[in-house]
């Protein structure tokens, strides 16, 4: 499956931006959607993740109640809604499947597709 990453931008301080991951080349619901992140010069880490079926999601401590991820199998389309954005949620995200009817996962190793970044700058 070929992930395509969008609506990356700069926003204020307790602002918004959504977050697009489109998908094209196999049967996008049957993978599950995750969202990694990468800051400069620290690691690629989980940001949250939802099943192949949207029924189930789950996300890193630190962005539980603010951020929201979701699907829309029709439009082959991941998203992640992000609100009250804070400056430690600047970074480059990445959306990213794992196999055929696999299981979310917060580790960054498990994720067989990768789509490209796009940049979220959050301004004080």
């Known amino acids: 499956v070929q992930l395509q990453a969008s609506g990356g931008g ?14 094209s080349g196999r049967t996008f619901s049957n993978y ?9 010069g620290k ?24 951020f929201t991820i979701s ?24 959306c990213g499947a794992t196999h055929y009817l696999a299981t979310m996962t917060t580790n960054v190793n498990n994720i067989r597709y990768w789509g490209q970044g796009t940049l979220v700058t959050v301004s004080r």
Not at 32 to 40: G, K, M, T, V, Y
């Open 43 to 66: 690691e690629r880490e989980f940001v949250a993740a939802i099943s192949w079926s949207g029924g189930s999601t789950y996300y890193v401590d630190s962005v539980k109640g603010r």
């Open 32 to 40: 599950a959607i995750h969202w990694f992140r990468q800051a400069p």
């Open 10 to 23: 700069l926003a204020q301080a307790g602002g918004s931006l959504r977050l697009s991951c489109a998908a």
């Open 71 to 94: 699907r829309d199998n029709a439009k082959n389309t991941g998203y992640l809604q992000m609100n009250s954005l804070k400056s430690e949620d600047a970074a480059v995200y990445y």
